[in-house]
């Protein structure tokens, strides 16, 4: 019972949370991103400057050309992109490390705390204020199909991002990516198979999306990502049967491939 409660309160809080977005804001087209930054001087956290406004928009319009390019997609729509300053964004928008998007299909918005230094993203080779995830989050949802699954849902951000979590290097704050932490998650014993990324629903998500992200990018490879892009919106239930007929392949062979992939990491 106390689980049950446990699963209800995160469903509602991850179904209901609003963000407050009420101004004022200093809005700065991008061709498909739009920025909402604040003002400078609106609270004691730094807002973006004018030079830090245009890095971000110029890094999320070169995410979305990413993800259309991993996807094989064409998203060509408009996205807002709200950032909350450090100090205000655990009220307005529920934390203050990340953010999240907006699950409503025609909504495309995402909502993010301004951090005034950019992270290291060594897989992309670049500093980024927002990274990917979130993004693949709009994307998915407004080309491939609906969020119904954390297995996909979380495996496609964590796939395309590639990192989790943030670290200091030699005071550079990098982004942590997933096959390097995968590597310190096998050599704790604690590496998951295929089938409990899949129905297992209480694993934490430090452990969870570097693991998922590194499986959803080995399928991507080996199986072609149109294929698994059929897989995207079914019903957990349906997705071991789906597999075998979209790849040919049986899930729990599939599971055994990866595992021995993994072994030899
Ligand atoms: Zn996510």
């Not at 597999?243 to 040919?248: A, K, S």
Request: proline residues 3%.
């Amino acid at each position: 019972m106390k689980q049950i409660l446990v699963l209800l309160f995160l469903f509602f809080t991850l179904t209901s949370w609003k963000a407050d977005t009420a101004g004022p804001w200093v809005i700065t087209e991008g061709k498909r991103v739009t920025l909402y930054s604040r003002p400078v001087g609106y609270s004691k956290a730094d807002s973006p400057d004018s030079i830090a406004i245009q890095s971000i928009i110029r890094e999320q319009e070169h995410v979305i050309d990413h993800i259309n390019q991993r996807l094989n997609t064409s998203f060509d729509t408009k996205v807002k992109v709200f950032l909350f300053n450090r100090d205000e964004a655990k009220e307005k928008i529920g934390t203050n490390g990340g953010g999240f998007a907006s699950l409503n299909k025609s909504k495309r918005h995402i909502y993010f705390t301004f951090h005034e230094k950019p992270f290291l993203n060594t897989g992309l080779n670049q500093y980024d204020y927002l990274g990917v995830h979130e993004m693949v989050h709009i994307i998915t949802i407004n080309q491939i199909g609906n969020l119904r699954t954390r297995f996909f849902g979380e495996g496609y951000a964590n796939a395309l991002d590639g990192n989790y979590g943030v670290e200091n290097v030699n005071g550079i704050l990098t982004r942590k990516r997933n096959d390097s932490t995968l590597i310190k998650i096998k050599a704790n014993g604690k590496l998951l198979k295929p089938s409990v990324l899949l129905y297992n629903d209480s694993i934490p998500e430090s452990e969870y999306y570097p693991q998922i992200g590194c499986l959803i990018n080995w399928m991507f490879e080996k199986y072609g990502v149109d294929k698994i892009n059929l897989l995207y919106d079914l019903k957990r239930d349906k997705i071991e049967k789906a597999f075998q007929r979209v790849t040919g392949v049986r899930f729990k062979d599939m599971e055994t491939a990866y595992m021995e992939f993994l072994r030899n990491k």
